[in-house]
């Protein structure tokens, strides 16, 4: 008899947790401890060794963190995964245990700006070379692959561009080269898309953001979905005994969770980006109600989004929820369903009339909605990023990181959506001059 | 084929004696790691392997055959196409499973020894079970399958 296969709604709240077993507590406990004792000296040598599984030092493992690690390594139905403390350093664990010095890169063009800047400086620092291609173009990661390629990186759903990645194209483009795909999902979350589906080798989490969902709690996740060939010759990391850890075969040794053990004792123990008890602690509470609040993330943005286009103020609207949009039909190939239509999550952006001007008058007058660098809150969060987090660019620069003048990203939150309508409509309304 | 986590607790509680064919004395390599483990966790280790006089602490065996007392599971670290006359073997000396290791995929011997009356596990291994079923592979983060409302052992 095979097992149950159990659904996203209740493996975001079961998985990874089951009651204590010393106490029986059934909420998590939160182990807000740096070490573990070791029974005996052996006992010691054999956990150094890896060959018994147990906590040495939180900076490598700590029983509350792993709850989240398996969790959302369940939400995103891959092997294992692992925590760290922030979205960035989920990034950083997952690139540097894949990357060394020559290593080259491909990544779509219009990332999140930490991200562009981690592959263009500071990889780069690192002799790690990173091309940026058109994220709508399967045929330019194909031409931008090269002998010392070794990663392929891009977002399932792009912030701020919100263009959507067509996950198992460019997966056939990096497996036919030999090299892992690399997804950013913190966009869709892993209720409303599961890149590793589609092809993804290595999922990367901003945790911050929808998986928490309250915006309290900086974390990140990177899951491995067990299935990439780590001895295809191209990883030597993955399969010659390890400098970084004892003479240990990672693949060898622990298969389809390889990697991830890897980026824990290579990666994670050296740079030291663990994610404390707390925090994971904090991030779980948000994740048991991730699918509810996600449905409300999505009903709420196509409401604001068919708002926007009927409005006289509005001049654009870019929501791939929006039968309009280009890139629609990939929205309902990739991702969940939700009320009968393409969850699309809870980002959008428009255009004000009256360009970088009324696009600064509206966020002025904006009374409900946050003005902050955030996304993915319980709150309706609002930017304009030609004034603000995209300033430092040229307009031809701006252009090309997909920020117009006149654009407004909304983070459409949880709140009731006739006073989220409201908001925007007075707002609307004060931004012309 | 052993598939679900209920028959293959059923397997690990059960079993007390590992006969591991094919396991090395380095202590680097998987079958290394494994047996170690296992012994860490209660089994009583058999090492079978002509190469070395002893393991672990266990006199090790030439093969299957020679060995004197019950054994439970016959743990295979053997490439997919030297597994039959093990299982053969393991028939023979009336094992009651025949676990083969990640990668040990010979379908012919699972076939023989199901027959037989062994439970057969594949493709598998027996200190990564253990692990995701009683705790342990938890802690790398790993996605284990278990979802529970009882109290962890």
Redesign the interface.
Known sequence: MADRSFRPETLAIHAGQIPDATTGARALPIYQTTSFVFDSADHAASLFNLQTFGNVYSRLSNPTVAVLEERVAALEGGRAALASASGMAAEAMALLTLLEQGDHVVAAGALYGGSVSMLAVNLAKLGIETTFVDGASIDAFAAAMRPRTRAVFAESLGNPSLQVLDIAAVAEVAHAHGVPLVVDNTVPSPFLCNPIRFGADIVVHSATKYLGGHGTTLAGVMVESGRFPWDNGKFPGMTEPSKGYHGVKFFETFGDFGFTMRARMETLRVYGAALAPTSAWQVLQGIETLPLRMERHCTNALAVARFLAAHPRVGWVNYPGLPEHPDHALVARQMRAVGGTPGASGLLAFGVQGGLAAGVRFIEAAQLMSHLANIGDTRTLVIHPASTTHRQLDPAQQDAAGVAQDMVRISVGLEHIDDILWDIDQALAASAA | MA?????LRRILRSARTLAVVGLSAE??R?S??AA??MQ?HGYRIIPVNPRYPEILGERCHASLETIEEPVDIVDVFRKTEDVLPIARQAIAIGAKCLWQQ??VKNLEAARLAADAGLDVVMDR?VK?EH?RLF???????????????????
Do not use: M, Q
Not at chain 2, 3 to 7: A, E, S, V
Not at chain 2, 138 to 146: D, I
């Open positions: 598939d679900d986590i209920p028959t202590w680097h998987p290394f790691f170690k483990y860490e990640i990668g291994c990564i692990a705790g342990g592979l938890h802690w790398a983060g790993v996605n284990t399958g278990v979802v529970s409302a009882r109290r962890g052992h």
